[in-house]
């Protein structure tokens, strides 16, 4: 396992493939912050920057700004009182922030990788009156949508971070199951 002074490897491929992963996790989640705020469209904004990043766009400023753009419409959602619309604002902006993941082996980076699909979780455990099945049942979902790069991406990192709250309990989960999962298959590899 790597420490806080170890530089990891990371392709601009392998980023796309997180971000890709990121914006899948996160997109579902737009329903719950539309739904309550549905004139701001700063999280959709992100995610679509997102994609377009995992798809072959450059990795910009603009796409960094979608991110704390997303992450203001978050701020301003839990202060009117839309929790689960937060949490889905912040999966967006996680979405958007996973392709500035850090090459550095630092647990928080994880967070970079498992934020958007741990803030959606949680965005669908708050519409469901704050049921924990429903969160656990959506990081089951995202487990099964992460590659064989996502996983390797997050196995060169430490383990997620303590804290952090419900969000951070569903980053562990989702952490944990990633790691000790049998390596996942590369679909573009036939057998011999």
């Known amino acids: ?13 392998e980023l796309r493939e997180i971000a890709g992963y990121a914006v899948a996790c ?6 719950v912050f539309e739904r309550e ?14 994609g377009a990043f995992a798809e072959g766009a450059e ?15 978050a701020q301003e959602a839990r202060d009117a009182g ?7 604002a912040r999966a967006a902006g996680h979405a958007a922030g996973a392709a500035f993941l850090h090459p550095l082996a630092k647990a928080t980076q994880v967070k970079h990788i498992l934020g958007s699909a ?14 924990p ?10 487990q099964r949508l992460a590659n064989h790069v996502v996983v390797d991406v997050l196995r060169r990192y430490p383990v997620a971070p303590g804290g952090g709250g419900r969000v951070g309990e ?5 952490d944990a199951c990633l790691r000790c999962s049998p390596t996942i298959a590369d679909p573009t590899d036939t057998p011999a």
């Open 26 to 31: 996160a997109r579902p989640a737009l329903a």
């Open 37 to 50: 705020r549905p004139h701001d469209q700063r999280p959709r904004a992100a995610i679509d920057g997102a």
């Open 59 to 73: 990795r910009t400023t603009t796409l960094r700004d979608s991110a704390w753009a997303a992450h203001r419409a």
């Open 170 to 174: 569903l980053i562990r989960q989702l």
């Open 1 to 13: 396992m790597a420490d806080d002074s170890t530089e990891i490897e990371l392709s601009r491929a």
């Open 82 to 88: 839309q929790p689960a619309a937060s949490d889905a």
């Open 118 to 131: 741990a803030h959606a979780a949680r965005a669908f455990e708050l519409s469901a009156g704050d049921d």
């Open 133 to 142: 099945v429903v969160g656990v049942e959506y990081i089951a979902r995202t």
